[in-house]
């Protein structure tokens, strides 16, 4: 069981991973979970090896507290750890099924330590605008749209860092995804070596705008505009996966995205 095919979709919250989970999901070789119980069906709230992101703040929250992070050097990153999430996630899953998907947005910063229990794992990375995260996070988080979109920029920064431990991964932009759904979810069938699958789902193209205008609304404001500077380092952060706080509604290349294969000795 713990050498079975995983897919793991991670991506902050409100960034699509739900939305692409359950596109994948419908694919006849794969099985994901459905109905049980538990929010947006996520495997961190299915399993209780490791603390999930309510543990550490939550959503906005969680990746700027100590612990949160893991990777293969983590104490948990044990074949032992891994029979216990089996055995857990094991009655969700169609075992007829050649490949099991799981989605959970602190995925995102823990990629190298499920690869770690399961060897034979996929990654499938959703970015979205640092301002669109923060603005659709903030009803959760009750924090500043400053702190969030550090907090959004800080979780990509370790992403790419622990990228190159990764041996399969795949980055996308939720941008890019919702123009072109069909296209997009093409090309991870291509990595995920499936015969793709026509989308049954509902794509919204213009979301993002939503949060464009709450964010011009507070920049008119003189005395936020103070409390809130945009300095350089902001923006080269964002800069670095294809996005820009000053020009939001452009979107720039990134070295990220497309699909990673690399092998670490």
């Not at 989605?103 to 996929?122: C, G, M």
């Not at 991964?169 to 699958?197: A, M, T």
């Not at 949060?211 to 920049?219: A, G, N, P």
Request: one cysteine or more.
């Amino acid at each position: 069981m713990i050498k079975r095919s995983f897919i793991f979709i991670a991506g902050h919250h409100r960034s699509g991973t739900s939305l692409l989970h359950e596109i994948i999901r419908d694919h006849p070789l794969i099985s994901g979970f459905l109905n049980t119980g538990v929010p947006e069906d996520e495997g961190q709230h299915l399993q209780t090896v490791f603390k999930p992101a309510r543990k550490y703040g939550g959503p906005g929250k969680y990746i700027f507290k100590h612990g949160s992070h893991m990777t293969e050097e983590h104490n948990l990153a044990t074949d032992v750890s891994a029979e216990k999430i089996m055995e857990q996630w094991g009655k969700y899953y169609d075992h007829s099924c050649e490949h099991y998907i799981e989605k959970s947005p602190p995925n995102l910063i823990r990629t190298r330590f499920l690869q770690k229990l399961f060897p034979n794992s996929k990654f499938i990375v959703i970015l979205r605008h640092p301002l669109a995260v923060s603005y659709a996070t903030q009803k959760w988080s009750k924090t500043s749209i400053r702190s969030l979109i550090k907090h959004t920029l800080l979780g990509y920064e370790i992403f790419m860092k622990d990228m190159g431990y990764l041996s399969n991964v795949y980055v996308l932009r939720y941008e890019d995804f919702v123009i072109r759904p069909q296209e997009e979810i093409d090309k991870i069938y291509n990595f995920l070596n499936l015969n793709s699958q026509k989308i049954q789902h509902v794509v919204k193209p213009d979301v993002n705008e939503k949060y464009f205008s709450m964010w011009e609304d507070c920049r008119k404001n003189s005395l936020r505009k103070l409390l809130f500077p945009i300095n350089r380092d902001l923006e080269n952060s964002a800069n670095k996966f294809g996005y820009s706080i000053f020009n939001y509604r452009k979107l720039f290349p990134s070295p990220l995205l497309g699909e990673h294969n690399i092998i670490i000795n």
